[in-house]
T-cell receptor, first 111, second 115 residues
Framework: DAKTTQPNSMESNEEEPVHLPCNHS???????IHWYRQLPSQGPEYVIH???SNVNNRMASLAIAEDRKSSTLILHRATLRDAAVYYC????????????FGKGTKLTVNP | EPEVTQTPSHQVTQMGQEVILRCVPI?????FYWYRQILGQKVEFLVS????????KSEIFDDQFSVERPDGSNFTLKIRSTKLEDSAMYFC?????????????FGPGTRLTVL
């Protein structure tokens, strides 16, 4: 399993953009980069994933470095509801595809 | 929107007792998972289940644990003889098989308290 490094915590103000970084220097060439988040007292929730190209969906954008050793989850306008722990998880397709969670980044959003 | 459901939301049991945690995955999903999260710690993978058999299990998933999909809709986790250290949130997850995404849908969890 590829190792990941994320800041323990980050803080943002409501309505401002947030950039959540993740280093995954041991990622294999076929691993997708998935991002999940866990809101307080809830189960994890899928946010976005990508392989090489930058990706956008209704929740966030994912910017992937050209060498794929790092990625950044971008929340364009943080809301109070975005306060959560965010996890980046390299995931190998094929097989059981268990998710290996690290400690993630705890995002605090200030009103 | 379809969702994974889990029952009960909170289970309190005495050490040594058997517990069964229940999950109803999303109906057209084919892969099923159990994870657990001890208070203040990381979410940990326990077991994955596909085609009516375990496809992978972690070191945590020892002989005290078993999983079953008894009727094509429920997916259960049984702990035969609970220990104090089994106290945790247990999350069920499911996903539709796909070659390009590992989007797993998680339930709200069952909080297991072993006294």
């Amino acid at each position: 399993d590829a190792k990941t490094t994320q800041p323990n915590s980050m803080e943002s103000n409501e309505e401002e953009p947030v950039h959540l970084p993740c280093n995954h220097s041991t990622i294999s060439g076929t691993d997708y980069i998935h991002w999940y988040r866990q809101l307080p007292s809830q189960g994890p929730e899928y946010v976005i994933h990508g392989l090489t190209s930058n990706v956008n969906n209704r929740m966030a954008s994912l910017a992937i470095a050209e060498d794929r050793k790092s990625s950044t989850l971008i929340l364009h306008r943080a809301t109070l509801r975005d306060a959560a722990v965010y996890y980046c998880i390299p995931s190998t397709q094929g097989g059981s595809e268990k998710l290996v969670f690290g400690k993630g980044t705890k995002l605090t959003v200030n009103p | 929107e379809p969702e994974v459901t889990q029952t009960p939301s909170h289970q309190v049991t005495q050490m040594g007792q058997e517990v069964i945690l229940r999950c109803v995955p999303i109906s057209n999903h084919l892969y099923f998972y159990w994870y657990r999260q001890i208070l203040g710690q990381k979410v940990e993978f326990l077991v994955s289940f596909y085609n009516n058999e375990i496809s992978e299990k972690s070191e945590i998933f020892d002989d005290q644990f078993s999983v079953e999909r008894p009727d094509g809709s429920n997916f259960t986790l049984k702990i035969r003889s609970t220990k104090l250290e089994d106290s945790a949130m247990y999350f069920c997850a499911s996903r539709i098989t796909s070659a390009t995404t590992n989007e797993q849908f998680f339930g709200p969890g069952t909080r297991l308290t072993v006294l």
